[in-house]
């Protein structure tokens, strides 16, 4: 459990950063894309904190994950309605 991140790049584009803060998954065109597969990665590794950054590197938004109960077997692409409830969930908090 730990703290994972999403940040935006300056090409409009976002990262996914794990806890420490040193390794990056690819990025992604959307801001709601990144925070889909965040949440998935921070399911499968126990669930914890996904914090979203702003430009000068501070949290603007915390969520909560739970733990997945199939770690492992979801992907980001295919959340759908999910990712959508996720996104739509996240921009409240802005």
Same mark, same amino acid.
């Given at each position: %459990?730990?703290?994972?991140?999403?940040?935006?790049?300056?090409?409009?584009?976002?990262?996914?950063?794990?806890?420490?803060? @040193?390794? &990056?998954?690819?990025?992604?065109?959307?801001?709601?894309?990144?925070?889909? &597969?965040?949440? @998935? %990665?921070?399911?499968?590794?126990?669930?914890?904190?996904?914090? @979203?950054?702003?430009?000068?590197?501070?949290?603007?938004?915390?969520?909560? @994950?739970?733990?997945?109960?199939?770690?492992?077997?979801?992907?980001?692409?295919?959340?759908?309605?999910?990712?959508q409830r996720l996104a739509a969930a996240h921009i409240r908090c802005r």
């Amino acid at each position: %459990m730990g703290r994972w991140y999403i940040r935006p790049l300056a090409d409009g584009w976002w990262k996914i950063l794990s806890p420490a803060k @040193v390794q &990056a998954a690819a990025p992604l065109p959307t801001e709601a894309q990144a925070f889909a &597969a965040a949440y @998935v %990665m921070v399911g499968d590794e126990g669930g914890g904190e996904l914090a @979203v950054l702003a430009d000068d590197e501070q949290p603007c938004c915390v969520h909560q @994950v739970p733990p997945t109960s199939s770690p492992y077997c979801t992907t980001a692409a295919g959340f759908g309605e999910d990712e959508q409830r996720l996104a739509a969930a996240h921009i409240r908090c802005r």
